[in-house]
Every structure is written in C-alpha cells, then in structure tokens.
C-alpha cells in the first residue's frame, strides 16, 4: 500500500434463515426469480451468522475476496451481479476529517476487498449462502452509502442467492415471488420482528456433516424440468399455505404453524423425489427424527415440535417454548446418542451450543 493512500471499510453481520414454507425452483435463472412465495424465520446472530468487513483503497489493483481466511474467485456471475448492482446505486461520499472525498462515479473505479467467516464450522454441512449474500450486499451498501431501502437491497442480495434475500430482515420474512419479469418486484418483507415470537426455540440436529451430493441450485433446475408435482405445489399449494402461515405467525398459533412447517418441509422432500433422477436430501436419521416428532406431537394431542429439513439431511426443530426445547433435548440425546463428530446439536436461540 503506498503511503499516504487511504482504506475505507465496512463491517456487517447477517444470521442465515429456516425457510418455513420452502423455495423450491426458479423461473428465470439469471435473475433468480422463483416460482412460488416463501417464508422463513430469521436466526439470531450468535449463531450461524456471517461476519464481513468491505473495504475500498486507490491503493486497491483488483477486487478479491476471502471466505474464512482463504482467498477465493469473485469472477463468478452472482458476484458480479451483486458488485454492479450495488457500485450502480452508490452515492456521494465525504469523511472531512480524514480528508476522503468520494464522488459517486468514483465508485465504479474503485477495487473492493473483502473479508467474509462464518461463526459456525463450514464442514458442519449448514454452510449457507444466504447469510453470505445478505451480509455482503448489505455492508458493500454501507460502504458505498447506497441509500436504497431493505427491499431494494433484498433483491440485490437475491441475486446473489435466493435465499438470501430473507435474511436481508430479522424475525419472519416472506419473499415475494414477483409477477414482473425484470424482477423489481421479487422482494422480501418482513411479517413480523424478531421480538414478535420470543417463545420459539430453534434446535438445529447435525445428523451429518457431509457436504450434500446435489447442490439447491442444480437440484432445483432438475425439479423445475421433471417434477410435475412441483408445479402443483407452485400454483395449487403453496398460495394458501403462505396466508395459513401469515396467519398462525400473526396470532402466534403454534398448532397451526408446526402443521404447516412440517408438512411443506415433507412436500418439499415428495418433489426431491419426484424429480428425475430423484433427489435424496433426508437419511435414515432424519426419517427417524421426524418419526420421533410425529409420535410425541400425537401422543400430546397438539403439536409440540415442529421439524423442516433442506438440501441435505440435517433437522431443523422448531419447539414451542423452553420447556419443551429441553424435553426435545432430552430424547434427541437418548435415541441418537452423539458419537464422534455425528449429531452434535446446536440449540440456537438460547446461549448454549451443545
Ligand atoms: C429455502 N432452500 O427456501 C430452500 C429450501 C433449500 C431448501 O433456498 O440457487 O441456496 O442460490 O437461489 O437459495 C437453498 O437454495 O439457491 C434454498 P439459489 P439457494 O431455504
């Protein structure tokens, strides 16, 4: 760095996201426009989160980046997408007392850096893109004195990662599928903060830590062109299952929510299924969580627990209040005692990671 030249720098925090109502499937790949709505809970930042710090220097030759400390490309298409999106939107810059004058068509000549780690082990097989874009679009905005407002920056991020755009928000957030085909419309918004539901409790269950064999973005473009299911969920299902969850969210109906989870994670998994050649996310422990679920939600004649699962075999469980996160404990411990580096839970939501 020569002398005398300047480094300006942002730094940022995004937890990631546990789609509820699940994305499943695009309508245009470039742009990253899905075919139905989706809703998911926003994870508190201790955990699971992504931490980046963005910085911009004359004394920059290239933009980089590094994901926990290893350098990697940023030449990909999502990047670039997320770095002009962001650089055409970047306003008029000045910090008097450290003499740094930044006009906005400056931007475009100036390199990034960035720096981005995940509090959370990336073997652990929870590596998410959706903290990472949301995190990276969000501080480049800061940076860059971007003055657009959270939806504007969701559809930024969007097209970083589909699901990034949720974790753009705290609390519970619906992406809206968009009818537009520029996709200016395909934003996410917030239902309701993250101090509406503080009785939820989130266990996330590490049944393998095994990078998943079918990436989300290649599984999905195999659903959208085999899948016939997929298309009925699109259009039949998932519209009133988003009002039914708007609903129970608003009214903290935990019934109808756990219903509601539960059986849109199964639909998501029957069109894995359904697609050619089939997608297997869920494994034999996953089966057995959600068997374990079922039959205690039964036996209590309400529901307790919720389960959802994603592109890979880890559960996600969603319990009522504390009480019942610490029975949930109990018999994940007792019926998969944690060996080695298997199933060793995170409790998210509370300060202790087991
Ligand atoms: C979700 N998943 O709603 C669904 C449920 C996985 C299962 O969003 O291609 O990494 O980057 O848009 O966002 C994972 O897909 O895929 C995902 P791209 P993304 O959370």
Request: charge should be neutral.
């Amino acid at each position: 760095e020569a002398v005398g030249q300047w480094v300006l720098m942002a730094t940022g925090r995004s937890p990631t996201n546990i789609a509820v109502i699940k994305y499943w499937g695009k309508r245009d790949e470039a742009l990253i426009l899905p075919v139905n709505d989706s809703i998911s809970v926003t994870l508190d930042p201790d955990h699971l989160s992504a931490t980046t710090t963005v910085a911009v220097s004359p004394a920059f030759s290239s933009d980089r980046m590094w994901l926990n400390g290893k350098e990697i490309s940023l030449s990909g298409g999502r990047f670039q997408s997320c770095l002009r999106e962001i650089r055409k939107r970047a306003c008029d810059f000045e910090d008097e007392k450290k003499g740094i004058k930044i006009k906005k068509e400056d931007w475009e000549k100036l390199h990034v850096h960035i720096a981005s780690y995940n509090n959370f082990p990336t073997a652990a097989g929870l590596a998410s893109s959706a903290a990472g874009f949301a995190c990276l679009v969000f501080t480049l905005g800061k940076l860059m004195n971007v003055k657009e407002d959270y939806g504007e920056l969701s559809s930024i991020a969007r097209q970083g990662s589909g699901s990034a755009c949720r974790s753009i928000y705290g609390g519970f957030v619906k992406w809206c599928m968009g009818k537009k085909d520029d996709g200016s419309d395909s934003i996410a918004v917030q239902l309701a903060d993250e101090a509406h539901w503080k009785d939820l409790v989130i266990i996330i269950a590490v049944v393998s830590s095994k990078q998943k064999e079918t990436s989300s973005t290649t599984g999905m473009r195999d659903s959208v062109e085999t899948s016939p299911l997929l298309q009925y969920r699109a259009q039949t299902v998932v519209p009133s299952r988003v009002l039914k969850m708007e609903e129970a969210i608003k009214h903290h109906d935990f019934e109808s929510f756990a219903k509601l989870t539960c059986a849109d994670s199964n639909q998501f998994h029957a069109v894995c299924l359904d697609t050619s050649p089939p997608i297997f996310y869920m494994n034999d422990t996953s089966h057995r969580i959600i068997s374990l679920v079922e039959k205690w939600n039964q036996s209590e004649g309400s529901p307790q627990v919720a389960y959802t699962f994603d592109a890979g075999p880890n559960a996600v469980l969603i319990a009522r209040n504390r009480k019942t996160a610490a029975l949930l404990l109990q018999k994940l411990l007792y019926y998969f005692p944690p060996q080695d580096k298997d199933l060793s839970s995170y409790l998210v939501g509370d300060k202790s990671i087991l």
